[in-house]
């Protein structure tokens, strides 16, 4: 499986954008990049997926680069409730088989 | 979207007993998968549990320690056997629709052996 390369931690003040980086530089055409965030004692939820297009939901938005090695998670406006561990996950094998790395954990100031 | 629920949502146990979670989704599921989740650690992926055959395992992991059912499309069962302090965990059950779809996983079972 493609390996991916988050920041250890982060930290936003509320209310501005937060920008979540993930190197994937071993990307293959097939693989899927998923992101889904851990909050404190709950298990992890999704919170966007995309391939080469760049993709917006209502939690947040996919920044996806050309050559598809890096993708950046935008959430628009952090919320004190958005603190928690972000996972960027490479999916291709088809089977939904996810690997999570260590993730980055995002911490919101009031 | 699918809501998953985990029996029991933590227990402590016992080394050398046995223990079996529950998970049970809300809705019928093509996939089911337990992943493990040391303390302050990431999550790692145990199994895929397959409907009416035996579940494929990751590496480092057995069925003779981790054996898994899973006799219906919204059901699934992990035992952790003969356990030691290294066991000590957070046991997390997720499913999905189809193998492109979205994962939703359950609450966890946090599992403590003496």
């Known amino acids: 499986d493609a390996k991916t390369t988050q920041p250890n931690s982060m930290e936003s003040n509320e209310e501005e954008p937060v920008h979540l980086p993930c190197n994937h530089s071993t990307i293959s055409g097939t693989d899927y990049i998923h992101w889904y965030r851990q909050l404190p004692s709950q298990g992890p939820e999704y919170v966007i997926h995309g391939l080469t297009s760049n993709v917006n939901n209502r939690m947040a938005s996919l920044a996806i680069a050309e050559d598809r090695k890096s993708s950046t998670l935008i959430l628009h406006r952090a919320t004190l409730r958005d603190a928690a561990v972000y996972y960027c996950i490479l999916d291709g094998t088809g089977a939904n088989n996810l690997f999570f790395g260590t993730g980055t954990r995002l911490t919101v100031i009031p | 979207s699918a809501v998953i629920s985990q029996k029991p949502s933590r227990d402590i146990c016992q080394r050398g007993t046995s223990l079996t979670i529950q998970c049970q989704v809300d809705?019928?599921?093509?996939?089911m998968f337990w992943y493990r989740q040391q303390p302050g650690q990431s999550l790692t992926l145990i199994a895929t549990?397959?409907?009416?055959?035996?579940?494929?395992?990751e590496s480092g992991f057995v069925i003779d320690k981790f054996p898994i059912s899973r006799p219906n499309l919204t059901f699934s069962t992990l035992t952790v056997s003969n356990m030691s302090p290294e066991d000590s965990s957070i046991y997390l059950c997720?499913?999905?629709?189809?193998?492109?779809?979205?994962?939703?996983f359950g609450p966890g079972t946090r599992l403590t052996v003496l």
């Open positions: 997720s499913a999905t629709g189809t193998p492109t779809d979205t994962q939703y």
């Open positions: 809705s019928q599921v093509t996939m």
């Open positions: 549990a397959n409907q009416g055959s035996e579940a494929t395992y």
